[in-house]
């Protein structure tokens, strides 16, 4: 099946750094990524839409300036989690769907999550 | 987006099948019903997905109904490594990119 890497898998930081998140599709190509934030013991909540060459689209309540989701390849997006707090301490996760037509049909995979610890 | 409705947990024990149900009674005619689960401490896993017929595959079986107002996930035979959140979804292609919005989802326990 189709593999999404991130890196890194967890990372500590202080206050008010900014930190990068990688999200990769392996074995394919992929047009479009998501980005997802999972609190303990609650469901995930997507974050944006991150499409290959365009801007992103983010979810409502989401800071943009504060989240820069770059997707500069058909294999590679990054989240950017700027001036991070310890409430964006958050379990960070993104998925990708193979470079095709957008359908019902079409699954999305998942990379295993970045846990983000802000001190 | 049309939403679904699925118990918070459910038990199981080991080798035995597991029916997890989910309902969706507003459903549309073109809107796929997608399963995902989630491992502790993981990103989501694609498990299955169906539109009207009934489809089985490598880890599970979805019987979906007549109607297409609910669902059921078939594990067959549950094992330890079974035990997982699974989200019935139904997928927000309609002009949005086909993004997935994560309901609360079943959490399944196995006993051994």
């Known amino acids: 099946g189709a593999v999404v890497s991130q890196h890194p898998s967890w990372v500590i930081c202080k206050s008010g750094t900014s930190v990068k998140i990688e999200c990769r599709s392996l074995d394919f190509q992929a047009t479009t990524m998501f980005w997802y934030r999972q609190f303990p013991k609650q469901s995930l909540m997507l974050m944006a839409t991150s499409n290959e060459g365009s801007k992103a689209t983010y979810e409502q309540g989401v800071e943009k300036d504060k989240f820069l989701i770059n997707h500069a390849s058909l294999t590679l997006s990054t989240l950017t989690v700027t001036s991070a707090h310890p409430e964006d301490s958050s379990f960070y996760i993104c998925?990708?769907?193979?470079?095709?037509?957008?359908?019902?049909?079409?699954?999305?995979?998942f990379g295993p999550g970045t846990r983000l610890t802000v001190l | 987006d049309a939403k679904t409705t699925q118990p918070n947990s459910m038990e199981s024990n080991e080798e035995e099948p597991v029916h997890l149900p989910c309902n969706h009674s507003t459903i549309s005619g073109t809107d796929y019903i997608h399963w995902y689960r989630q491992l502790p401490s993981q990103g989501p896993e694609y498990v299955i997905h169906?539109?009207?017929s009934n489809v089985n595959n490598r880890m599970a079986s979805l019987a979906i109904a007549e109607d297409r107002k609910s669902s059921t996930l078939i594990l067959h035979r549950a094992t330890l490594r079974d035990a997982a959140v699974y989200y019935c979804i139904l997928p927000n292609y309609g002009g949005s990119q086909g993004n997935l919005i994560f309901g609360k989802g079943t959490k399944l326990s196995v006993k051994p």
């Open positions: 169906g539109l009207t």
């Open positions: 998925s990708a769907i193979f470079l095709a037509r957008l359908a019902g049909n079409n699954e999305q995979f």
